[in-house]
């Protein structure tokens, strides 16, 4: 496992997040994907739980935040593990979780995997689609394509070492799975640990124990 000074990852600001898309839509283009295939997807939130008795709840339907979430780029990539072909791999330089397409076969073993939906499966071109932090890019002092669109300054990059000390230490939210699956590296602002009800609806469509989501999948920093 690589050290925080070294490991390369995303943060995420919830506060400043305006759902406008634009890192969705550059990091798209980059891949020329199929209409289906979304490397970075925008969420908004589900209504949480407002009020709740023996004879009803009362759901707020209203999106209180939006989440702009990739790659994970784990220090433990499940993905990586399910490639049999080695395209998969994460880079010793940075961290960064990539796909050879060259060497993809296109079997989906690694999206299968993946509990995040990162990996795609490009219907047109029979190959893995995914975030890799634009690691060409960086290496010649730029920023990823879709930290750089943001308007709002609601994505950054850099090592996880960096990103802590920048935006603070990292504590527990999000209603995807506990980040001790595949310790993801994804910093997340902006969210605090919520109350909620018994069982709870992701936003990738997939429900978790409220266990799994006091525990939190991204770490934050506070």
Known sequence: MLSDSTQHGFYFDTRKCI??????????????????VNPRRVYKSDGDV?????????????????????????????????CPSGAMHKRSEDGLVHVIQDMCTGCGACARACPYDAPQ?????????????????????????????CPKQALDFGTIEQLKLKHGQKAHISS????????????????????SANRRKGNMGKKYPASDYAKGLLTSPK
């Open 19 to 36: 759902g406008c898309k634009k890192c969705h839509r550059v990091c798209k283009a980059k891949f020329d994907s199929e209409h289906s």
């Open 50 to 82: 407002i009020y709740k008795n023996r004879h009803q709840q009362v759901h707020c339907n209203v999106p209180t935040f939006f989440m702009s979430l990739a790659c994970n780029h784990c220090s433990e990539p499940v993905c990586v593990l399910a």
């Open 121 to 149: 499966l490009d219907p047109v071109k029979k190959v893995i689609v995914k975030c890799d932090g634009c690691f060409e890019q960086v290496q010649h002092g730029d920023r990823p394509l879709c930290v750089a669109a």
């Open 176 to 195: 995807i799975p506990s980040s001790q699956i595949t310790s993801p590296n994804t910093l997340l602002g902006g969210l605090e640990p919520r109350r």
